[in-house]
């Protein structure tokens, strides 16, 4: 199993620029999930879903959208990049939510900067 | 104020030295505590996961410890290796899916 995997490694954007950071899982898992980690703090929930086609927002959803059309792949877009949106960003995912005991695993993550 | 406060934010230990992280937390209820390592350009990687009625879990020489009542959990790394050099996140779980990540302590292990 390749895990989680995540693309691109790196990005640079200039403000107003849009894209989507790509997340896939091959567990097949139905929770997956998108954070973002700031230095100095910990990281905080964007969006998640529970299940194809089903996707909720976290506590910093402002100028990020989510679909899961398929079980495997959860893609994060940035609609109009802003340079608070510098981070680097972490997808995850789990077999059911982590309110259950169950391990969540991480992407390598994608370093984002907004110039 | 974040919910969950990890000490110290950073600590240097020589290699075979034991060391301890503290996490408290005022999420409530709470439905697990986590805790993760996190190597640098990684994603974090769980060690632990512990629910309420559980004291202690151990994952090899790492070993947590949670008290509910007081709100406190420990991490502690027994016989340290430069391979342990990492960021360490505590993770608690509220009822919700409402995971609230304490901001890590960065553990460098020298030899």
């Known amino acids: 199993n390749a895990g989680v995997t995540q693309t691109p490694k790196f990005q640079v954007l200039k403000t107003g620029q849009s894209m989507t950071l790509q997340c896939a899982q091959d567990?097949?898992?139905?929770?997956m999930s998108w954070y973002r980690q700031d230095p100095g703090m910990g990281l905080r929930l964007i969006h998640y879903s529970v299940g194809a086609g089903i996707t909720d927002q976290g506590e910093v959803p402002n100028g990020y959208n989510v679909s899961r059309s398929t079980t495997e792949d959860f893609p994060l877009r940035l609609l109009s990049a802003a340079p608070s949106q510098t981070s680097v960003y972490f997808c995850?995912?789990?077999?059911?939510?982590?309110?259950?005991?169950?391990?969540?695993?991480f992407g390598p993550g994608t370093r984002l900067t907004v110039t | 104020k974040n919910q969950v406060e990890q000490s110290p934010q950073s600590l240097i230990i020589l290699e075979g030295k034991n060391c301890t992280l503290q996490?408290?937390?005022?999420?409530?209820?709470?439905?697990?505590l986590r805790w993760y390592k996190q190597d640098t350009g990684r994603g974090p990687v769980s060690l632990t996961i512990?629910?309420?009625?559980?004291n202690t879990k151990s994952n090899g020489r790492y070993t947590a410890t949670l008290d509910a009542d007081t709100k406190q959990s420990s991490l502690h790394i027994t016989a340290s290796q430069l391979s342990d050099s990492a960021s360490y996140i505590c993770?608690?779980?509220?009822?919700?899916?409402?995971?609230?990540f304490g901001a890590g302590t960065r553990l460098t292990v020298k030899p």
């Open positions: 996490c408290n937390y005022t999420v409530s209820p709470f439905s697990n």
């Open positions: 993770v608690v779980l509220g009822t919700h899916n409402d995971m609230r």
């Open positions: 567990m097949n898992h139905e929770y």
């Open positions: 995850a995912s789990s077999y059911s939510q982590p309110r259950i005991e169950n391990e969540q695993y």
């Open positions: 512990m629910t309420f009625s559980e």
